[in-house]
Each structure stands twice: as structure tokens, then as C-alpha cells.
């Protein structure tokens, strides 16, 4: 017996919608047997993982909270991915959306002007722009790999973070401590619903993932783009611009990670610290890919990656189950979406040697 | 923001503002035991910050049996996401609520805010609120003591530091060393390399074995790990370790520790909850108050040299000996205290300079 | 002069486990796979050989436990990537989260756990011998098998025909696929010996390195290793200087503070990130440089029936 992938004619759009839900079931079964071996009530730690964590209205509103940058990164990035430009410093960009916006709300601290937001936000949005614009020079000037420069990209924008903080904006009140000033009240983003945490930066989430849709379904450059991503020669000679194609595509993916920055630092944290994200611009990429890097997948995606995080959190005040178990199930999620996600292209054959044989005899 | 939710926001603000001038004791239902939630910034393990305080925590549990349930989370980051831990056990009628890192700070205060009932205990940290307390320990009254043991043990003269961040309670702790060393052996001197890190084995044993092979040998560190004993021991050097008596991971290495004691704390804290007694308390206790302690010696410290320490830490505890007292010169040879004259707890909570013996400059001293 | 000898074993050491994962990097690249699991392998190579050292009492047994592993940890990448034809890039990142959580969640009962470390070599007679005896002699025996790798992968990959079959099928598998060779088989071996000594590199820092088992205790080695196989343009040798090069950053920054020298940490930390950018730059400029030195596979599926 012998297995055979033989791509097929045209994709499967039928496993286009299942293979997240497989990833996600699957995702699920391992958990049960995880919990299991643990000698945990297994369901009722499924039920602690994935649905406790969102049972108040400030639990849900958590939920939005954690999801919105990470839906932000995921839009911008699955546009670039789409095209074939590979933007793996997404958290970079966003060290960098946060370390301009909070710049500016350091700069203009002692201002109770209604504009500081808006020129934090423009500003977080330009960083994570300015950054993802090396790569994109490094590619279309010196044909260097985008994946590696914004890879150690993000080292480089971590560690200028940790120079600021603990230099030249640490806060002089701090303790020496390595943290900037508190923001004002002008320089936070403002609640969205009272009771929980949840601001305003889920509507720019939100409209990321509408503008999105926008771009890449209805406007040419998007449908230029699209094209590039699929068929690069024929996308060439129809004159479609590669490099404009790959600087679009960073641009969007650093800008968008750039404002999911400045939405942290105006937002949960209200200052500049050491560590803003705990990873959001790599569960970006995940999401990005589990949304099969269509933006309302991303929508639906960037909430299950949420409730993996407030799952985690929670299995470990409830069932003192280990924090690890978040990254577990985050890279499993990926695993088995990338492995379902085959069967789109391609249809799983068996066929049986020793019957033919006989049959030949 | 939009109107209606502005005046959501307020309303809330206002009504906050209310119930935060209500007293704010901590009042189980009767005959319910206290419910007391613990907030740990890494994993308890076997040494460390966040084992001391968990032994403590069991200390106060064992204490006050049948009168409080405890429940701890570990690892639980600074910054953002602490708040939502901080919350739910707010949330979930625990009453009484140690947050234990400095980084806990801000979020503390903003649970606290929305919590007024509830009372807080934040660990090493300068904001206060009606119900939020801070509480921290003179650690450096024991880095005099290891001092002392250092300066008598060293041979080359030379102790090498292993430190986290250069804030003032890290930097006091080093001046400390440097001037308990420096009583018994005048010659002695302390470098100090950073680590950026309260918890990184790799880089804390690179910065020990760095250190080692600039002549320190007696090591100490001011980091989470036992990294700097693991790399004393294998070098043959001589180690004193914090926060845990570590000697289980340098038999021969460890001369000795200074350890912290939460237990009697948390004890009397708690027992001041069960009795609707909670007040809001600056707390900044030493060695007359238990909470720091010097682990069982090594062998190879000769009596004479316990001894010493031994006065030493009666005279601390007494008042007789203060750590930080005049005539006082920083490295640079600037005067920093006038003879006769003891330091404030304002000056020790902001020192940002090196005293005489220790190398080099801080990292943020402008 | 003792302590240049001092400082020489510092930098060994701390190359070291860079060596090992970046030449295992280098072989899965250069037969056009790209694996950005290192960090994930690494972590469950360092877990499970504490692991079995601690139980076992054996280190050594450790260190073969880790190589294991690591090489079974690649095979669910390789699986992901090669044979469903997955992403490469997704699929490494997928094996770098699932790694690190992985590596954590058995480690948990092991944090605490002290054992018996690989001790250093001592060879009677030769290591005494003042300053070049420790210089030469006074390693640990896992820094001489990094070296001893070193040897064996810059034979085998220029110097032998199985290497050069492999080079073949990164530069184009589409020809050496035409050719007859079993593409797939070849990346799959090329992607488990980089897991190996993934592995290996993980369990020299758990068991030599800092004999402890820690959460993350690579500290982000895996990425820097995958910055290194491209700052040294695809070439073992420039792997070894570039990883004792890079794993010496640190240490040179240490020696720099306590002796009393004031540049932030950070600046330093910085540079082998930059100097990696720069280097890619500059190899990538042209075609013609860029064919000399890059797998020009690298990173694409191969679809042997298009």
C-alpha cells in the first residue's frame, strides 16, 4: 500500500474552509489527551481553556484586547504573504510603531492637546513603516532574503527599546527603574467599554481587517499584487512592478505592526517598557496563516489565538497547568493547519502494488 | 471617546472614588477562612525570590490553619497581562492579595482602584493606594554581613558581582558588600557586571566566570538563578548565594547566604485581615525584624569569622551598627556622607554612585 | 598571559553550542531546506538530555539522548514541509513555538534537578603545562567534538560524493531530480542531521554549559545560529569563527564591564545582527555572488511532479 499526493486540477475550496476547523479540532484533541496524561478531568480542562477564559464581560473584553494587535499585524502581514514578500519582523515593527508613538507621548507630556493620540497613532504607524522599509530596500536594491533582515531586525529594534528605557527616556521619578513616565490621559487610547479594558484600538483592528478586505478584493493594486504573489513571471510580463509589489507589501505588513505597537503602549501598558509585546508579531504569522490570509479568516483567527492565551493564563490559576502549554498548543495549531492545508492542492491517492500484480498475472 | 461613554467612564470614576473612602478592610464572611492570593513573577523552584516567598506563604498558611486558603500563580509577566491575573483573584473573593515584583506595581494600583474592598500588599515598590500597602526588606543590612564573610575568605582580595539592573535597591545591596567587605580587609574591591536580567542562567554564569577570570574569588549575585554558585563551584572559587541558602548547588563553593523571610510578615498581615484589622502600612523591615537571615556556614569559615558576623548582625539589629554611616566617599572620591552622619531612607532609596572599593562607574549615573 | 588563556576557554565555550547548531543548519540549508525550528530543537535537545543524564546518572548518555531528540523533532518539520509540500517558513516557525512549549512542559519536574555536568578535559601531563595546556588541552571534550564536526562536515560536503550530490540538490533539485537522485530522501536526511546537532548544541548548554534544565535556556541561541549560517555565506569554516565570534559578544562586553569600561550592553548585543544584515546585503547584491554563495533552492517546495 502506498500513499500519493497528486495535485489536482484546481484547488480544493471545500478544504480551503475545513482545514482550519480540522487545525483547530485537532488542536482540541490534543489538548484532551494532554490534559488526560496529566491526570486532569480532561473536559474539565477543555472547558477551563477555551471556555471559561470568556464567560464575563470583562473576560470577553480581554479577549478583544489581546486580539487586536495581533489582528492588526495578521492583516498587514497576510497582504505581503500573499504577494510573496515574506515579512517575519512583524514584532520589530512593532517594537518600533511602539518606540515612535511613545516618543511622541514623551515628547509632548506635559500637553493636554487632543491631538497627541492621533500624532501618537501616525507616528507608531510611521516606525513600524520606517522599519519594515529596510528590508524592503535591502530587497529590491540588494536581492537580500526579506525573511532573515526583518528576522534580526527584531533583535536590533529590542534591543534599541532596552536603551531607551533604561537611558536616555527612563522616567527620572522611576527608581532608576529601566521604564519611561507614565502617559497622561491625552496620550492613552480611550475605553471602549466601561468595566473592562477594551479600547478603541479593537476599531482600528477591526477597520485594518475591512480596509483589508477592501485592498486586496476590490482595488487594483491588490488585485496586482495578488497576481505577483501567484504567478511572478506572468505578473512580469503583464508589467506589474516587483518592486513596488515588494515595498507595498512590507509597508503594509510594518505599518500595521507599527500601529498594533502603539496600541499596546497607549493602551494595557500606558508606558514604554523593557518587553511591550510577549510575542504578538510571531502569533501574527500563525494567524495570518490559520485566517488562510483572507481577513475575515484573520478575524475569526486572531480570537482563537487570543483564547489560547487567556486559556493558558487560566489553566494555570485553575489547574496549576504549566504556562507552556500556550506555546504547545500555538505551534500544534500551525502544525496541523499547514498539514491540512496540503489537501487543498493536492488529493491523497492509495494504491496497492501487489493487486495490481496479481491482477497482471 | 464618545460622549456616552465618557459619562460611563466618569459615573464609574466617581462611584470609585466613593467606595474608595469607605474604610477598606478586608471582611470575610464569618467563620469562612480568609481567602489570600500570592502573585509570583517566576516559577517557585527550588531558590530563589520566589521560593522565599512561598515559603513564607506556607509558613503563614501553617500558622493561621483553618483561618485563611491561600492560592498562588507563578510566572505570571510584568506589565499588561498582570492586571488580568491581579484582577481575577480579586475577582474571585480573594481578600487579601501579595503581588511580588516590582513590575506588579502599576497594575496593582488599577485593580485596586476597581477592588476598594480588598486589600493589597505590593512587594518592593513606591506607589501606595486607601488599600494597596508596600512592603520590602533591608537586604542590604545582610550584603554587609556576606561582606564581611567575603573580605575574611577572599585571597585575592577581589569579589566579583553578578547583577541585575542598576536600580537602587541592586546598588545598595553592592555597597553594602563593598563596605562589609572593606571593614575587616581594607584593600578589598568588587567588580560588578550587569546582566539586564533578573533571570538568565546563561548570561549570569558567562558574567561569573568573566569575573573569575579577573581575579574575583568569593562571588555573589543580585540575579534569580543559582548560575553564579553552579560557576563558582566548577571553577573553585569561593560563592555566597541570596535569597536561598544555595549550597546544595556548590558544596564547596557556598560559604554562606542571605536569605529572606517573608513568613512572619505574611503572618502578621494576614492575621490583622482575619481580625478586620487590615491598615495600610510602609513597610521596610531589617534583620531586628526576622527577615533576613545568614544561611548555615561552610565548613571551611572559621569560627573566629562567624564570630564577627554574628556581633555584627546583634549590632544591626540592635541599632548599634548602621551599614551606611559617615564619613562616606563615593568611588569618584566625592563625599556622599559627612562623619557622625547615618543615611536616609530617602538617600538609600535613590542611591545611584558606588562607595569606595567597588569598580568602575554605574551604568546610569549621568 | 593566564588570562588570555582564561578568556580563550570562555569563548570556546560560549561558540560552542552556536557551532553545533549552525553547522546542522548549514547541511539542511544547503540541500535547499530552510528550518527555522533551531530554538525548538535546541530546547528539546537541552530538555531531554538533563533529563536523561539526571535519571541515567550519565551524561554522556545525555548528550546522545539530546542529538536523538532533536533529530525526531526535525522529522515532524521535515513531515510538515517536505513531504505535504507546507510553507517552510511557517512550518519552521510552527516547530520553534511547538519546541520551546514542548521543551517546557517535560521540563517542568526536571527545574530544579542538580547533576553531574560533562567535566572538562584533563589530559595528565599535557593540560599542566603552563598557559597552552589549558589553551589546548583543558576544554570540554564537547567543544573538540564541535571541531571534530567542523572536520567532518567541511569533508563531507566538498570533498565527497555523497556531499556534493547533496549541494546538487539545493542548488537545483528539479535537475537532480531529472538525474535520478531521491531529492526527497536527501532533504529529509539533511533536515534530521541538522535536528541531531540541534540536539547536541541544546544538551552541551544543559549539561556543560549551565548544568541545570531552565525554560528558554537557549535564550534565543537557535535564531542567532540562523543568522550565523548566513553570515558565513554558506561556508563551515566561516561558521566556526563567526559562532565563537558571535557567542563572544557577550563575553567581551562582561570583560569590558569589570574592568571598569562603560558601553550600554546593548550596543554590542546589537552588532552580529547587523553585521549579519550586512553581510547578506553585500552577498546578495548580484546574481553572480549571490549563486556563488546561497543554496539557490533555499527556502522553495519541491513539487517533483510540476
Redesign the interface.
Known amino acids: 500500500m502506498r500513499f500519493h ?3 489536482r486540477p484546481e484547488p480544493s475550496r471545500l478544504a480551503g474552509w475545513l482545514s482550519p476547523l480540522v487545525a483547530t479540532i485537532a488542536v482540541l484533541g490534543i489538548g484532551f489527551v494532554l490534559f488526560s496524561a496529566m491526570g486532569k478531568n480532561p473536559w474539565h480542562a477543555l472547558y477551563v481553556f477555551f471556555i471559561e477564559p470568556v464567560d464575563t464581560l ?1 473576560d470577553v473584553g ?1 479577549l478583544l484586547l489581546k486580539a487586536s494587535p495581533i489582528m492588526l499585524c495578521a492583516v498587514g502581514l497576510a497582504i505581503g504573504y500573499r504577494a510573496n514578500v ?1 515579512n ?1 519582523g512583524a514584532e520589530g515593527q512593532l517594537i518600533m510603531g511602539a518606540i515612535f508613538g511613545g516618543g511622541v507621548a514623551l515628547a509632548f507630556h506635559d500637553s493636554a492637546s487632543p491631538l497627541v493620540l492621533p500624532l501618537m497613532l501616525v507616528a507608531g504607524l510611521l516606525g513600524g513603516m520606517a522599519w519594515a522599509a ?1 528590508p524592503a530596500f ?1 530587497r529590491t536594491r ?4 526579506e ?3 526583518s ?3 527584531v ?2 529594534a529590542s ?2 527599546l ?2 531607551l528605557v ?2 536616555a527616556w ?1 522616567d527620572p521619578e522611576g ?4 521604564q519611561s513616565k ?1 502617559f497622561t490621559d491625552v496620550a492613552l487610547l ?3 467599554v ?2 473592562t ?1 477594551l479600547n ?1 484600538g479593537f476599531l482600528l483592528a477591526l477597520a485594518a481587517v475591512a480596509l483589508g478586505w477592501v485592498f486586496m478584493r476590490k482595488s487594483l493594486v491588490g488585485y496586482q499584487m495578488r497576481v505577483a504573489g501567484l504567478a511572478p513571471a506572468a505578473a512580469n510580463y503583464a508589467g506589474i512592478s516587483a518592486r513596488r509589489t515588494v515595498w507595498l507589501g512590507m509597508l503594509i505588513g510594518g505599518g500595521c505592526a507599527g500601529l498594533a505597537g502603539v496600541g ?1 503602549v497607549a ?5 514604554l ?1 523593557p ?2 509585546s ?1 510575542g504578538y508579531g ?1 502569533a501574527a ?2 494567524v495570518a ?1 490559520v485566517g488562510r490570509l483572507h481577513p475575515v479568516g484573520i478575524f475569526f483567527a486572531s480570537l482563537l489565538m487570543s483564547l489560547l492565551y ?1 486559556g493558558g ?1 487560566a489553566a ?2 485553575q489547574l496549576a497547568l ?11 495549531l ?2 496541523f493547519l ?2 491540512a ?2 489537501f487543498i492542492n ?1 488529493r491523497l491517492r492509495v494504491t496497492y502494488p501487489a493487486v495490481i500484480a496479481a491482477k497482471a498475472v | ?1 464618545n460622549r456616552t ?2 459619562r ?2 466618569l459615573a ?1 470614576f466617581a462611584a470609585s472614588a466613593v467606595a474608595l473612602a469607605a474604610p477598606a478592610s478586608a471582611q470575610p464572611k464569618a467563620g469562612e477562612p480568609l481567602k489570600i492570593g500570592f502573585v509570583y513573577v517566576s516559577p517557585v523552584g527550588d531558590a530563589g525570590w520566589t521560593f522565599q516567598h512561598d515559603t513564607g506563604r506556607k509558613e503563614m498558611e501553617k500558622a493561621l490553619a483553618g483561618k485563611v486558603t491561600t ?1 498562588f ?3 505570571v ?5 498582570a ?3 491581579i ?2 483573584l480579586a ?1 474571585t473573593g480573594h481578600n487579601l492579595i501579595f503581588t511580588t515584583s ?2 506588579y506595581m ?1 497594575p496593582t494600583i488599577k485593580v485596586a482602584g476597581t477592588f476598594p474592598k480588598v486589600s493589597f500588599e505590593h512587594a518592593t515598590g ?1 506607589k501606595t493606594a486607601k488599600n494597596v500597602g508596600i512592603y520590602n526588606a533591608r537586604f542590604y543590612e545582610g550584603r554587609y554581613l556576606a561582606g564581611i564573610v567575603a573580605g575574611k575568605m577572599s585571597k585575592t582580595n577581589v569579589a566579583g558581582y553578578v547583577a541585575a ?4 535597591e541592586v ?1 545598595m545591596g553592592i555597597n553594602a558588600f563593598a563596605r562589609g567587605m572593606r571593614s575587616v580587609n581594607p584593600k578589598a574591591e568588587v567588580k560588578v557586571i550587569w546582566v ?1 536580567s533578573w533571570f538568565d542562567p546563561g548570561k549570569e554564569s558567562e558574567a561569573a566566570n568573566t569575573l573569575i577570570s579577573q581575579q574575583a574569588d568569593v562571588l555573589t549575585h543580585h540575579t534569580d538563578s543559582t548560575a553564579a554558585v553552579q560557576a563558582a563551584e566548577a571553577k573553585k572559587v569561593y560563592a555566597i548565594g541570596y535569597h536561598s541558602d544555595m549550597s546544595k548547588y556548590g558544596p564547596n563553593a557556598h560559604l554562606t547566604a542571605v536569605t529572606h523571610h517573608w513568613g512572619n510578615y505574611y503572618t502578621k498581615v494576614a492575621q490583622s485581615a482575619v481580625d478586620g484589622k487590615w491598615a495600610q502600612t510602609n513597610v521596610w523591615g531589617g534583620i531586628k525584624d526576622g527577615m533576613i537571615k545568614m544561611a548555615p556556614y561552610n565548613k571551611v569559615v572559621p569560627a573566629d569569622v562567624q564570630a564577627l558576623v554574628k556581633t555584627a548582625e546583634t549590632d544591626i539589629a540592635s541599632g548599634k551598627l548602621n551599614v551606611f554611616t559617615g564619613p562616606m566617599k563615593d568611588n569618584t572620591g566625592k563625599e556622599r556622607l559627612a562623619a557622625g552622619k547615618a543615611i536616609t531612607d530617602g538617600d538609600l ?2 542611591m ?1 554612585y558606588y562607595v569606595e572599593g567597588v569598580v568602575g562607574k554605574l ?2 549615573s549621568k | 598571559m593566564d588570562h588570555v588563556a582564561q578568556l580563550l576557554i570562555l569563548t570556546l565555550a560560549a561558540g560552542t553550542p552556536l557551532v553545533f547548531a549552525a553547522l546542522g543548519e548549514l547541511v539542511t540549508e544547503k540541500s535547499g531546506v ?1 528550518n527555522l525550528g533551531v530554538e ?1 530543537m535546541m530546547l528539546v535537545g537541552a530538555v531531554v538530555a538533563f533529563i536523561v543524564a539526571a535519571t541515567t546518572k550519565s551524561p554522556w548518555l545525555g548528550v546522545l539522548a539530546g542529538m536523538i531528540a532533536g533529530a525526531a523533532l526535525s522529522l ?1 518539520f521535515a513531515f ?2 517536505l ?5 517552510q ?3 519552521g ?13 517535560i521540563g ?1 519536574e526536571y527545574v530544579s534537578v542538580v547533576i553531574e555536568p560533562i567535566k572538562p578535559l584533563v589530559v595528565p601531563g599535557l593540560t599542566d603545562l603552563p598557559v597552552i595546556g589549558a589553551m589546548l588541552f583543558g576544554h570540554s571534550p564537547l567543544v573538540y567534538l564541535s571541531l571534530v564536526l567542523f572536520g567532518l562536515i567541511q569533508w563531507f560536503l566538498f570533498h565527497s560524493r555523497a556531499g556534493l550530490i547533496l549541494r546538487a540538490v539545493g542548488e537545483s533539485p528539479q535537475s537532480a531530480h531529472a538525474i535520478g537522485y531521491p531529492v526527497l530522501r536527501i532533504r529529509y536526511l539533511a533536515v534530521m542531521f541538522g535536528g541531531a546537532c540541534a540536539g547536541v548544541g541544546g544538551a552541551y548548554l544543559s549539561l556543560v554549559y549551565n548544568p541545570s534544565w531552565t ?1 528558554g535556556m537557549t535564550a ?1 541561541r537557535g ?1 542567532i545560529a ?2 550565523l549560517v ?1 553570515f558565513a555565506t554558506w561556508k563551515p569554516w566561516r561558521v566556526l569563527a563567526g559562532a565563537y565570534l558571535f557567542g563572544g559578544v557577550t563575553l567581551a562586553q562582561f570583560q569590558a564591564q569589570g574592568m571598569g569600561v562603560d558601553i ?1 550592553s ?2 554590542l ?2 552588532l552580529p ?2 553585521a ?2 550586512l553581510v ?3 552577498i ?4 553572480t555572488t ?1 549563486k556563488l554563495n ?1 543554496p539557490a533552492s533555499l ?1 522553495k517546495s519541491f ?1 517533483p ?2
Open positions: 499526493l497528486e495535485p470583562y480581554e515574506w517575519i529596510i535591502l540588494f536581492n537580500a532574503n525573511i532573515l533582515v528576522l534580526m531586525l533583535y536590533v534591543f534599541i532596552s536603551l533604561h537611558d527612563r527608581f532608576n527603574f529601566p507614565m480611550p475605553n471602549m466601561a468595566e479594558r478603541v499596546e493602551g494595557p501598558i500606558g508606558q517598557l518587553v511591550v510577549p510571531f504569522i500563525i496563516f487567556l493564563e494555570q490559576m504549566p504556562s507552556s502549554v500556550t506555546g504547545l498548543f500555538q505551534g500544534t500551525l502544525f499547514l498539514a492545508d496540503v493536492f | 471617546m461613554t465618557r460611563i467612564t464609574l492560592k500563580i507563578e510566572s509577566p510584568e506589565g499588561a497581562d492586571e488580568r491575573v484582577r481575577e475577582a516590582f513590575g502599576n513606591y539592573f542598576p536600580i537602587p546598588v539586564n532609596s535613590k545611584d551604568p546610569t | 530552510l525548538g515532524v510538515v514541509a513531504t505535504l509540500q507546507a510553507n517558513v511557517a512550518s516557525l510552527a516547530l520553534s513555538l511547538f519546541g520551546i512549549g514542548l521543551s517546557a512542559f517542568l525554560e534565543g535564531w540562523l543568522a548566513v550600554p546593548q550596543y548585543s546589537m545582527y547587523i549579519t544584515i547578506l546585503a553585500f546578495s547584491r548580484d546574481a549571490i546561497a527556502g513539487h511532479y510540476r
